[in-house]
């Protein structure tokens, strides 16, 4: 069985939260359009509440203006890239190859 590591269980503690569950409630009622399925013309169901600027980055937990509505594919597609670029800095490499 693998431990779960002390930021995991961070994590889980924050969006289980009586105040996370409140400001995504609030988040999806305010916006409940995927932002991303609407920039590209689309209006797609927002299911997700997305932190723009990752908490491990820094970004505020609950602040609004660090939150967007996305559906499933796109906040998926955005934790890819997150993770592909997370990756590419841990290399010393940029997205194109190039060393830094």
């Keep these: 069985m693998r431990m779960q590591s002390e930021?995991?269980?961070?994590?889980?503690?924050?969006?289980?939260?009586a105040v996370w569950k409140k400001?995504?409630?609030y988040v999806?009622?305010?916006?409940?359009?995927?932002?991303?399925c609407r920039r590209e013309g689309k209006m797609g169901l927002a299911e997700m509440?997305?932190?723009?600027?990752?908490?491990?980055?820094?970004?505020?937990?609950?602040s609004l203006s660090n939150l967007q509505p996305?559906?499933?594919?796109?906040?998926?597609?955005?934790?890819a890239?997150?993770?592909?670029?997370?990756?590419?800095?841990?290399s010393g490499t940029i997205s194109n190859g190039t060393a830094w």
């Design 7 to 17: 930021e995991n269980r961070r994590d889980k503690k924050f969006y289980d939260s």
């Design 28 to 36: 999806l009622r305010k916006e409940p359009w995927c932002r991303e």
């Design 81 to 90: 890239r997150e993770a592909m670029e997370a990756k590419a800095l841990n």
């Design 49 to 62: 509440v997305d932190h723009i600027k990752r908490i491990a980055d820094g970004g505020a937990k609950t």
């Design 23 to 25: 400001t995504r409630e």
């Design 70 to 79: 996305l559906c499933h594919a796109h906040h998926n597609a955005k934790r």
